[in-house]
């Protein structure tokens, strides 16, 4: 690219200074128009507050601001019906707003940036929108939360694997292991919803960094949109990003439980486990190999984590060395916040698509949880109960049985009493009540555990909670 050619309508822009435009180049780097054009709702909204408040304090005549209202009423008409030319020439979505007002309206357009910097200009929208980001994300969640809670009804007494390691571990419920995620999302929405909460004060007013001279009402333009309080600092109003940051940690933080229940999607319709079958609304078949299902939302779902995390890194890392007030590195908040919240955004929809399309594979399960010796713990525990053995020796004597079991090929279940009392003499038919998946899952009712009661109580209540919000 040429780096010494001009562009003389820019010099319009900074008037009496600035005798020459700036060079393409500069024009490349500097103009965020693609990436903020996203904001105009959030500034037309900041500019009526402030317009109307300037009008209010008596700084601009009620005529200048009804001017500029039926204006900014025009320009969200015009950007509506998708009439409206964004020039790069004019940098962002403040100045080409701003512009295209003084083209419908004239003379009072240069008035509502009395009191006003695009500082905090930019700062309020920005705020403004991340604010509604964060309602949409802990929305979405909750969504995502009943539809899991409602299949977890639905299997709250399906028995399954529990791992660890991804080794077979104690019977668990289907239901018991959605129930883990609902928790986990419910954490997240929380996060959303905390961040909203510290996020909810109003950097407009703070003008380029010190505050203005103009008589202005910063609690009136708070109030008008939507915030709790004006920022107290004007220094930190205009340099705070720990709002966006603080909402791309709570992103970041859904972000890796929806890749973790992504990844179990993975696992779990691989022909090799078989626990869960996809219909064909969200598998994709292979162009060579007819007999292929994937499970491609889910694997996208999982990929998509790795934009987000990198969208707060991406923001933490242009923020860590700027001194205060605004430096134009802070520009870039925009692209990395907008590309972690699309990815989420789409991530949780299809999460809570294929969760509502799932079927889980009860019989499947079932066997699996039969193999491995899940019951393994439940024997030693009847030998604690039973016997009154201390733990230590009742996973000794538990571990000589697995081993007898292995080596003749059977499940604990299915194995002769005879055999286990080679072990252990003491050991009497009663054992076989707790050997069964079904007998282990149902005895885990301490609360939290995985008993299908619990798991059905547990439901429940998630599904109430939910429908009382949504
Ligand atoms: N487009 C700019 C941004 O997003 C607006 C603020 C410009 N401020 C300035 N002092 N150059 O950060």
């Not at 562009?7 to 903020?36: C, L, T, Y």
């Not at 019906?81 to 790069?88: G, L, P």
């Not at 292929?292 to 984590?305: F, H, S």
């Amino acid at each position: 690219m040429m780096t010494d050619k001009t562009n003389s309508k820019e010099s319009q822009i900074w008037g009496g200074r600035f005798s020459q435009g700036p060079a393409a180049i500069m024009e490349e780097i500097n103009a965020s128009i693609d990436i903020d054009r996203r904001l105009w709702r959030e500034d037309i909204a900041g500019s009526r507050a402030h317009s109307d408040m300037l009008s209010a304090a008596g700084i601009i005549s009620s005529a200048d601001n009804q001017a500029i209202q039926n204006g900014l009423d025009e320009i969200a008409g015009e950007i509506e019906r998708d009439e409206f030319t964004f020039s790069k020439a004019l940098e962002d979505i403040h100045m080409n707003i701003e512009a295209r007002l003084k083209e419908i309206i004239g003379e009072p357009a240069g008035r509502l940036h009395t009191a006003r910097s695009r500082n905090d200009q930019v700062a309020t929208d920005f705020r403004i929108w991340v604010r509604e980001a964060c309602e949409q994300a802990e929305a979405s969640l909750k969504l995502l939360m009943a539809s899991l809670a409602k299949k977890a009804r639905d299997n709250a007494d399906a028995v399954m694997p529990g791992f660890t390691h991804l080794q077979t571990a104690q019977p668990v419920t289907f239901g018991h292991h959605l129930l883990a995620y609902v928790e986990m999302f419910s954490r997240d929405a929380a996060r959303f919803s905390d961040a909203r909460a510290r996020m909810n004060e109003c950097p407009l007013g703070a003008a380029a960094l010190a505050g203005t001279s103009f008589p202005i009402d910063r609690d009136a333009t708070a109030a008008a949109l939507g915030f709790e309080r004006p920022c107290a600092n004007s220094l930190d109003a205009v340099s705070a990003r720990d709002f966006a940051l603080e909402a791309l940690s709570a992103a970041t933080i859904a972000a890796t439980h929806l890749s973790r229940l992504a990844e179990e999607m993975v696992l779990w319709t691989s022909p090799h486990f078989d626990f869960v079958r996809l219909s064909d609304s969200f598998s994709t078949g292979s162009s060579i190999m007819p007999q292929k299902r994937n499970p491609d939302a889910a694997e996208l779902v999982r990929a998509k984590a790795g934009r987000i995390i990198a969208s707060l890194t991406n923001l933490a890392v242009v923020m860590k060395g700027l001194p205060l007030a605004y430096s134009k590195d802070m520009q870039e908040d925009k692209a990395a916040t907008f590309e972690g919240f699309d990815a989420l955004a789409l991530a949780l929809a299809a999460m809570a698509g294929m969760i509502g399309d799932l079927t889980p594979n009860r019989a499947a399960m079932k066997a699996a949880a039969g193999r491995s010796y899940a019951t393994a713990t439940d024997l030693a525990d009847w030998l604690v109960r039973a016997l009154n053995m201390p733990f230590r020796e009742a996973h000794h004597v538990t571990g000589a049985v697995v081993a007898v079991a292995e080596k003749s090929g059977l499940d604990l279940e299915a194995l002769d009493l005879k055999e286990m009392q080679k072990i252990e003499p003491r050991i009497t038919d009663d054992v076989f009540s707790v050997l069964s998946v079904d007998a282990s899952a149902a005895s885990r009712t301490s609360y939290g555990g995985a008993a299908p009661a619990n798991v059905k109580r547990q439901a429940n209540r998630w599904i109430a909670a939910l429908s009382k919000e949504t």
